[in-house]
C-alpha cells in the first residue's frame, strides 16, 4: 500500500470545513481502530511525491510513538535526522508532551509580576503562549520542519483525544501565529499501538476541519483551567498573606472539588460520635446437628429490613434470659442467585482495582497501563472513560482471543468453543463510547514484563475473557430459628457453578453451607453477648477516590449535570492521577498507607472558601456543569464563545468575594464561651480569648473539639493527644500546652534536662530508681540524670492510651493483659498484643493465632 498525502484544492478544504460533525456518534470515533487485529501488519510503502506534491509531516506525542510510525512506514525508507525522521514523502517527528503552554501572568503583563490583589481579576483577551523551558530544543526543531516549504501536510498523530488536539493544536499556533494557509491538517486516530492498528489508521485518516469542535473544547478547559486556577490562586495567596509571611495558596477548577471531598468526609469523621451497642449470637442443636445463628428483628428500622444491633443492654439480657437453653422452630427457605462479571475495564475502574488488589497508586496503574499500551503494544489506549466495545468488534474480539497464551488460553479457548463471544450490549455498545472503547489486549504477547506490569496485564486479560463466561451461579441458604418469640438468623451461601469465576483460579469460594436440616425444631445450647461501637465513615483511598470523582454526579441533583458527570466526573480518566498527586504535593493531603488524610492547610482552604461564599469552587456541580458544556462544545451544541462567557462572569464574581471578604466578619461568641471567666470569641479558623490567647481550630494537623480547646484553656494544657501529624504527614502524640508568653506550644518530654516530673509511681526494674510521672509519659531518675540505665514509657503508644494501672504491671516485671487495637507504623493494620519490659524496653508478645473450625461446615475447594 502506498501512503500519499497531498494537498486539496481550496474548495475541498472550504467543503470540509463547513462539514457538520455535530452528528457523528462516538462509535465513529472509533473507525480508525476497527478490525486492527484482522488485518495484515505489511508496512506500507513511502511514495515519491507527484509533481507539485509537497511532503507530508506527522507529529507524535512522544518519540516511542514516533519511532513506531516509521516502523509500520517502512523504517529502511526514513533517514534518522536525530529530531525526525524523513523519506522522500514523509517526515516523522514528535512532540514531548506539552511543548508549549499558555504564558505565566508575570510574561503577559508587567503588572502581574507581583501577587497583589489589585492587579485582579485577570482576564487576558487573548492567551499568549510560551515555550515550555525543559523542551525548548524539541520544539525548535519543530517549528523549522512545520515552517519548510515544502512541507504541505501536516499530520496530527498526538494521543486520541482532547488533550492530545490540544498539544497538536498549542504547537502550529505558537509557530505558525494562525497563519495555516497553505497547509493541509489530517488527524490521525489510534486505538491500540499495534503494527496493524497503526496501519488502520493511517488509512482512514479524517480531515483536521473534523476536529474543530474537539480542539474547542480542549482549548475551553485550558483556558477555563488558566482564568480560575490563576486568579484564585493569586487572590487566595494574597488574602492568606496579608496575615504576614507568603501563603501560596493553590486552587483549581477539579482539584479544589476533590479536596472539598476529602476534607467533608473528613468533617463526618470528626463529629461522628460512637454509639456502643450488641449483638447476641447463639448455638443451635437440630438432632445432633449444631449450628449458630445471629439475632435479628424484621422491624425496617433506619431502611433495613434485618436489624442485628441492640442499642439497649437491657434488652440484651431480656434475650439473654428468654432464650437460654430453650426449643424453637427453625424456617428454611433456598434459592439459586447469579454473580455476573464486571465490564470491561476503563482507566478508572482499572486504577481503582489495582489499589485494592495491590496497593498500586492511580499514578502507579496509569504509568504501567500506558508503558503496555505504548512500549509493549500489549493493552489498547489506557486514558478511556469507555467500558464497551465497537458493536462490529465481534470478529476482532474472537482473533484476539485466539492469540492468548500461558495459563489463561484454556479459558480463552473455552468461551471460543462455546460460541460465548456474542454481540451483547453490556459488551458491544456504540451509545457507551466515547473517544475510545474499553482497555482489552491487542492480542501482542508481551516478553519481559515487570511483576508489576505482568500484574496490570493479567487484570486486563482476565476480565476480557472473563466478560464473555456466564455468570457464577449459587445456592442461598435462609435459615431463621424462633425462640420465645425472638429471632436468630442463619445464613449460607454455596457456589454451585463458578461460571466467569473460573477464569480467575476460583473453581469454588470460600463461602459458607449449612448443615442439613433435620426436623423444624432446634435446642439453644449456648447464647454469647458482643459488646462494639459504631464506626465512622471510612477515609477515603485512592480506589474509593477515585469512585466518588468518577461518580460525582451522585452529589448533583440536576439530572442533566448528573448525566455528564457519569461520563467525565470530577476530571477524566487521563488527568485524576495527576490530580491527585497534586494535591499530595501541594501538601493539602498526605498518604497514610492507603488513606488520604486532608491537612490543616486543607481544612481552612475549604473552610475561607465557604466562608467566602465560593462554595463553587468545592462544588462537584461547579465541574459537571462545565464538563456537560464542554461535551456539548464537542457535539457542536455549545459554542465556545458562550461557553467563555460564562467562566470570566465566574471568575471576576470569585475575584469579587475575595476581595470583599474580612475574617473579623465571621466572629462571634462561642458555644462554649465564657472559660475561665473570660469570653471566647470563634471566626471561620480560630478562637481567640479576650485576654489574647489565639488557638487556631487546626493545630498541628489535628482538629480540636470544643471539649478540648475547654480544657487547653481551663488547664493550659491538653493531652497528651494521637493525631498530631508533622510536616510530612506523619503522625504524632504530643502534649500541647499555653506557655508564659500566652503561645501554644508542643512538650515531648525528649530533653532530660527539661522535664518537668509529677508523682512516682513505681521503680525501676532494670536499676530500681524511682520512676515519675511527666506530661508525656513516665521516666526514670537515672534518666533525668542521663544515665544509661535511664527508661522512659510512652503514655500512648501506636495509638493506644497505657493506663497507669498498665505501667505499673510493667515496672513490676509482669507482662500486661491483652491490650487490643495497636496500630501499626509500618502496615497501617491494627494489632492486639501483650507488653513487657525487656532491659527497659517496651516489647511486644503476640497472642498465638486462633484455630477458627469451619463455621457451619464450610465446604474447602475442590
Same mark, same amino acid.
Given at each position: 500500500m502506498e501512503i500519499t498525502m497531498a494537498t486539496t484544492t481550496k474548495k475541498a478544504t472550504a467543503d470540509k470545513a463547513t462539514k457538520d460533525t455535530a452528528t457523528k456518534s462516538a462509535a465513529t470515533k472509533t473507525t480508525a481502530a476497527k478490525k486492527t487485529t484482522t488485518k495484515s501488519a505489511k508496512a506500507p510503502k513511502a511514495a515519491k511525491p507527484a509533481a507539485g506534491e509537497g511532503k507530508t509531516l506527522i507529529i507524535a506525542e512522544k518519540p516511542s510513538v514516533a519511532l513506531d510510525l516509521v516502523r509500520v512506514l517502512g523504517q529502511k525508507n526514513f533517514k534518522n535526522e536525530k529530531t525526525h525522521y524523513e523519506s522522500d514523502t514523509t517526515i516523522v517527528s514528535h512532540a514531548i508532551g506539552h511543548l508549549v503552554e499558555i504564558a505565566d501572568p508575570k510574561e503577559i503583563d508587567e503588572r502581574y509580576k507581583k501577587w497583589e490583589m489589585s492587579t485582579l481579576p485577570m482576564l487576558p483577551k487573548e492567551f499568549p503562549l510560551v515555550a515550555t523551558p525543559a523542551t525548548r530544543g524539541q520544539l525548535s526543531a519543530l517549528s523549522k520542519l512545520i515552517k519548510r516549504k515544502d512541507v504541505t501536510t501536516i499530520v496530527n498523530a498526538c494521543d486520541a483525544g482532547r488533550e492530545g488536539e490540544l498539544i497538536f493544536f498549542y504547537i502550529l499556533q505558537y509557530v505558525l501565529k494562525g497563519k495555516?494557509?497553505?497547509?493541509?491538517?489530517?488527524? /490521525?486516530?489510534?486505538?491500540?499501538?499495534?503494527?496493524?492498528?497503526?496501519?488502520? +489508521?493511517?488509512?482512514?485518516?479524517?480531515?483536521?476541519?473534523?476536529?474543530?469542535? /474537539?480542539? +474547542?473544547?480542549? /482549548?475551553?478547559?485550558?483556558?477555563?483551567?488558566?482564568?480560575?486556577?490563576?486568579?484564585?490562586?493569586?487572590?487566595?495567596? +494574597?488574602?492568606?498573606?496579608?496575615?504576614?509571611?507568603?501563603?501560596?495558596?493553590?486552587?483549581?477548577?477539579?482539584?479544589?472539588?476533590t479536596l472539598a471531598i476529602i476534607v467533608n468526609r473528613e468533617e463526618e469523621r470528626m463529629q461522628f460520635v460512637p454509639q456502643k451497642f450488641w449483638t447476641v449470637e447463639a448455638e443451635f442443636d437440630n438432632d445432633g446437628s449444631h449450628y449458630q445463628g445471629k439475632w435479628f428483628t424484621t422491624s425496617k428500622e433506619d431502611g433495613k429490613d434485618k436489624v442485628k444491633q441492640i442499642f439497649d443492654e437491657n434488652r440484651v439480657k431480656e434475650i439473654l434470659a428468654k432464650c437460654k437453653g430453650k426449643a424453637g422452630t427453625v424456617e428454611e427457605t433456598s434459592a439459586p442467585s447469579l454473580q455476573k462479571c464486571g465490564p470491561l475495564y476503563d482507566l478508572t475502574t482499572l486504577q481503582r482495582e489495582a489499589n485494592n488488589r495491590f496497593g498500586f497508586s492511580a499514578k502507579t496503574t496509569l504509568s504501567i497501563a500506558q508503558a503496555l499500551y505504548e512500549r509493549h503494544k500489549a493493552t489498547t489506549y489506557p486514558r478511556t472513560d469507555s467500558r464497551c466495545l465497537p458493536e462490529d468488534y465481534v470478529a476482532p474480539v474472537k482473533t484476539t482471543l485466539g492469540k492468548i497464551e500461558g495459563p489463561l488460553a484454556k479459558f480463552a479457548e473455552t468461551a471460543l468453543k462455546n460460541n460465548w463471544v456474542v454481540k451483547t450490549p453490556k459488551v458491544f455498545d456504540n451509545s457507551k463510547i466515547s473517544d475510545h472503547f474499553a482497555i482489552i489486549p491487542t492480542g501482542v504477547m508481551p516478553s519481559g514484563l515487570t511483576e508489576a506490569e505482568q500484574k496490570i496485564f493479567t487484570m486486563i486479560c482476565q476480565r476480557f475473557i472473563a466478560v464473555f463466561f456466564p455468570p457464577a451461579k449459587y445456592e442461598n441458604t435462609t435459615r431463621v430459628t424462633t425462640v420465645e418469640g425472638e429471632t436468630f438468623l442463619t445464613e449460607g451461601k454455596v457456589l454451585v457453578d463458578p461460571g466467569f469465576k473460573a477464569v480467575y483460579g476460583k473453581d469454588s469460594d470460600d463461602e459458607s453451607s449449612i448443615p442439613a436440616l433435620k426436623g423444624k425444631s432446634a435446642k439453644t445450647v449456648a447464647l454469647e453477648e458482643k459488646e462494639d461501637f459504631t464506626k465512622p465513615p471510612a477515609h477515603y483511598t485512592e480506589s474509593t477516590l477515585l469512585s466518588m470523582m468518577e461518580s460525582a454526579g451522585k452529589l448533583v441533583e440536576d439530572e442533566e449535570l448528573r448525566d455528564a458527570m457519569k461520563e467525565r466526573g470530577l476530571g477524566t480518566p487521563a488527568t485524576r492521577a495527576a490530580i491527585i498527586e497534586k494535591l499530595v504535593s501541594d501538601k493539602y493531603v498526605v498518604r497514610d498507607g492507603k488513606d488520604m488524610i486532608p491537612t490543616a492547610k486543607a481544612f481552612d482552604l475549604i473552610k475561607v472558601l465557604k466562608a467566602m461564599d465560593i462554595e463553587a469552587l468545592t462544588s462537584p456541580e461547579l465541574t459537571g456543569n462545565w464538563e456537560y458544556k464542554m461535551e456539548q462544545i464537542e457535539k457542536g451544541k455549545e459554542t465556545r464563545e458562550k461557553f467563555m462567557e460564562g467562566i470570566v462572569e465566574m471568575t471576576k464574581t470569585m475575584v469579587k468575594n475575595i476581595k470583599g471578604f474580612k475574617e473579623e466578619s465571621t466572629t462571634?461568641?462561642?458555644?462554649?464561651?465564657?472559660?475561665?471567666?473570660?469570653?471566647v470569641f470563634e471566626t471561620v479558623s480560630r478562637y481567640t480569648t479576650e485576654d489574647g490567647i489565639v488557638i487556631r481550630k487546626m493545630v498541628g494537623g489535628k482538629r480540636l473539639s470544643p471539649e478540648e480547646i475547654t480544657e487547653l484553656l481551663t488547664k493550659r494544657k491538653l493531652g497528651p493527644l494521637m493525631g498530631f501529624r508533622s510536616k510530612k504527614g506523619a503522625e504524632f502524640a504530643a502534649v500541647l500546652i499555653i506557655n508564659d508568653e500566652n503561645k501554644l506550644e508542643f512538650v515531648f518530654d525528649d530533653k532530660p534536662e527539661e522535664v518537668e516530673v509529677g508523682e512516682i509511681v513505681g521503680k525501676s526494674p532494670v536499676d530500681g530508681s524511682n520512676v515519675?510521672?511527666?506530661?508525656?509519659?513516665?521516666?526514670?531518675?537515672?534518666?533525668?540524670?542521663?544515665?544509661?540505665?535511664?527508661?522512659?514509657?510512652?503514655?500512648? /503508644?501506636?495509638?493506644?492510651?497505657?493506663?497507669?494501672?498498665?505501667i505499673k504491671t510493667l515496672l513490676a516485671g509482669e507482662k500486661t493483659a491483652l491490650i487490643k487495637g495497636f496500630r501499626s507504623n509500618k502496615t497501617h493494620r491494627n494489632f492486639d498484643a501483650y507488653l513487657k519490659l525487656e532491659k527497659g524496653k517496651i516489647k511486644f508478645e503476640f497472642p498465638p493465632r486462633e484455630f477458627k473450625p469451619r463455621r457451619f461446615g464450610k465446604k474447602k475447594a475442590e
Amino acid at each position: 500500500m502506498e501512503i500519499t498525502m497531498a494537498t486539496t484544492t481550496k474548495k475541498a478544504t472550504a467543503d470540509k470545513a463547513t462539514k457538520d460533525t455535530a452528528t457523528k456518534s462516538a462509535a465513529t470515533k472509533t473507525t480508525a481502530a476497527k478490525k486492527t487485529t484482522t488485518k495484515s501488519a505489511k508496512a506500507p510503502k513511502a511514495a515519491k511525491p507527484a509533481a507539485g506534491e509537497g511532503k507530508t509531516l506527522i507529529i507524535a506525542e512522544k518519540p516511542s510513538v514516533a519511532l513506531d510510525l516509521v516502523r509500520v512506514l517502512g523504517q529502511k525508507n526514513f533517514k534518522n535526522e536525530k529530531t525526525h525522521y524523513e523519506s522522500d514523502t514523509t517526515i516523522v517527528s514528535h512532540a514531548i508532551g506539552h511543548l508549549v503552554e499558555i504564558a505565566d501572568p508575570k510574561e503577559i503583563d508587567e503588572r502581574y509580576k507581583k501577587w497583589e490583589m489589585s492587579t485582579l481579576p485577570m482576564l487576558p483577551k487573548e492567551f499568549p503562549l510560551v515555550a515550555t523551558p525543559a523542551t525548548r530544543g524539541q520544539l525548535s526543531a519543530l517549528s523549522k520542519l512545520i515552517k519548510r516549504k515544502d512541507v504541505t501536510t501536516i499530520v496530527n498523530a498526538c494521543d486520541a483525544g482532547r488533550e492530545g488536539e490540544l498539544i497538536f493544536f498549542y504547537i502550529l499556533q505558537y509557530v505558525l501565529k494562525g497563519k495555516f494557509t497553505g497547509k493541509t491538517i489530517k488527524r /490521525l486516530w489510534m486505538q491500540s499501538m499495534t503494527p496493524a492498528a497503526i496501519k488502520e +489508521a493511517f488509512e482512514n485518516m479524517r480531515d483536521g476541519a473534523e476536529m474543530e469542535n /474537539l480542539k +474547542a473544547a480542549a /482549548l475551553c478547559r485550558s483556558e477555563a483551567d488558566w482564568l480560575i486556577g490563576m486568579n484564585g490562586s493569586r487572590g487566595l495567596t +494574597a488574602y492568606n498573606s496579608s496575615m504576614g509571611g507568603f501563603q501560596v495558596t493553590p486552587c483549581g477548577r477539579v482539584q479544589t472539588p476533590t479536596l472539598a471531598i476529602i476534607v467533608n468526609r473528613e468533617e463526618e469523621r470528626m463529629q461522628f460520635v460512637p454509639q456502643k451497642f450488641w449483638t447476641v449470637e447463639a448455638e443451635f442443636d437440630n438432632d445432633g446437628s449444631h449450628y449458630q445463628g445471629k439475632w435479628f428483628t424484621t422491624s425496617k428500622e433506619d431502611g433495613k429490613d434485618k436489624v442485628k444491633q441492640i442499642f439497649d443492654e437491657n434488652r440484651v439480657k431480656e434475650i439473654l434470659a428468654k432464650c437460654k437453653g430453650k426449643a424453637g422452630t427453625v424456617e428454611e427457605t433456598s434459592a439459586p442467585s447469579l454473580q455476573k462479571c464486571g465490564p470491561l475495564y476503563d482507566l478508572t475502574t482499572l486504577q481503582r482495582e489495582a489499589n485494592n488488589r495491590f496497593g498500586f497508586s492511580a499514578k502507579t496503574t496509569l504509568s504501567i497501563a500506558q508503558a503496555l499500551y505504548e512500549r509493549h503494544k500489549a493493552t489498547t489506549y489506557p486514558r478511556t472513560d469507555s467500558r464497551c466495545l465497537p458493536e462490529d468488534y465481534v470478529a476482532p474480539v474472537k482473533t484476539t482471543l485466539g492469540k492468548i497464551e500461558g495459563p489463561l488460553a484454556k479459558f480463552a479457548e473455552t468461551a471460543l468453543k462455546n460460541n460465548w463471544v456474542v454481540k451483547t450490549p453490556k459488551v458491544f455498545d456504540n451509545s457507551k463510547i466515547s473517544d475510545h472503547f474499553a482497555i482489552i489486549p491487542t492480542g501482542v504477547m508481551p516478553s519481559g514484563l515487570t511483576e508489576a506490569e505482568q500484574k496490570i496485564f493479567t487484570m486486563i486479560c482476565q476480565r476480557f475473557i472473563a466478560v464473555f463466561f456466564p455468570p457464577a451461579k449459587y445456592e442461598n441458604t435462609t435459615r431463621v430459628t424462633t425462640v420465645e418469640g425472638e429471632t436468630f438468623l442463619t445464613e449460607g451461601k454455596v457456589l454451585v457453578d463458578p461460571g466467569f469465576k473460573a477464569v480467575y483460579g476460583k473453581d469454588s469460594d470460600d463461602e459458607s453451607s449449612i448443615p442439613a436440616l433435620k426436623g423444624k425444631s432446634a435446642k439453644t445450647v449456648a447464647l454469647e453477648e458482643k459488646e462494639d461501637f459504631t464506626k465512622p465513615p471510612a477515609h477515603y483511598t485512592e480506589s474509593t477516590l477515585l469512585s466518588m470523582m468518577e461518580s460525582a454526579g451522585k452529589l448533583v441533583e440536576d439530572e442533566e449535570l448528573r448525566d455528564a458527570m457519569k461520563e467525565r466526573g470530577l476530571g477524566t480518566p487521563a488527568t485524576r492521577a495527576a490530580i491527585i498527586e497534586k494535591l499530595v504535593s501541594d501538601k493539602y493531603v498526605v498518604r497514610d498507607g492507603k488513606d488520604m488524610i486532608p491537612t490543616a492547610k486543607a481544612f481552612d482552604l475549604i473552610k475561607v472558601l465557604k466562608a467566602m461564599d465560593i462554595e463553587a469552587l468545592t462544588s462537584p456541580e461547579l465541574t459537571g456543569n462545565w464538563e456537560y458544556k464542554m461535551e456539548q462544545i464537542e457535539k457542536g451544541k455549545e459554542t465556545r464563545e458562550k461557553f467563555m462567557e460564562g467562566i470570566v462572569e465566574m471568575t471576576k464574581t470569585m475575584v469579587k468575594n475575595i476581595k470583599g471578604f474580612k475574617e473579623e466578619s465571621t466572629t462571634g461568641e462561642a458555644s462554649f464561651s465564657p472559660v475561665n471567666g473570660k469570653k471566647v470569641f470563634e471566626t471561620v479558623s480560630r478562637y481567640t480569648t479576650e485576654d489574647g490567647i489565639v488557638i487556631r481550630k487546626m493545630v498541628g494537623g489535628k482538629r480540636l473539639s470544643p471539649e478540648e480547646i475547654t480544657e487547653l484553656l481551663t488547664k493550659r494544657k491538653l493531652g497528651p493527644l494521637m493525631g498530631f501529624r508533622s510536616k510530612k504527614g506523619a503522625e504524632f502524640a504530643a502534649v500541647l500546652i499555653i506557655n508564659d508568653e500566652n503561645k501554644l506550644e508542643f512538650v515531648f518530654d525528649d530533653k532530660p534536662e527539661e522535664v518537668e516530673v509529677g508523682e512516682i509511681v513505681g521503680k525501676s526494674p532494670v536499676d530500681g530508681s524511682n520512676v515519675y510521672e511527666t506530661m508525656t509519659g513516665y521516666v526514670s531518675e537515672s534518666y533525668l540524670k542521663k544515665e544509661p540505665s535511664g527508661i522512659t514509657l510512652p503514655k500512648i /503508644l501506636l495509638g493506644k492510651e497505657l493506663t497507669l494501672d498498665i505501667i505499673k504491671t510493667l515496672l513490676a516485671g509482669e507482662k500486661t493483659a491483652l491490650i487490643k487495637g495497636f496500630r501499626s507504623n509500618k502496615t497501617h493494620r491494627n494489632f492486639d498484643a501483650y507488653l513487657k519490659l525487656e532491659k527497659g524496653k517496651i516489647k511486644f508478645e503476640f497472642p498465638p493465632r486462633e484455630f477458627k473450625p469451619r463455621r457451619f461446615g464450610k465446604k474447602k475447594a475442590e
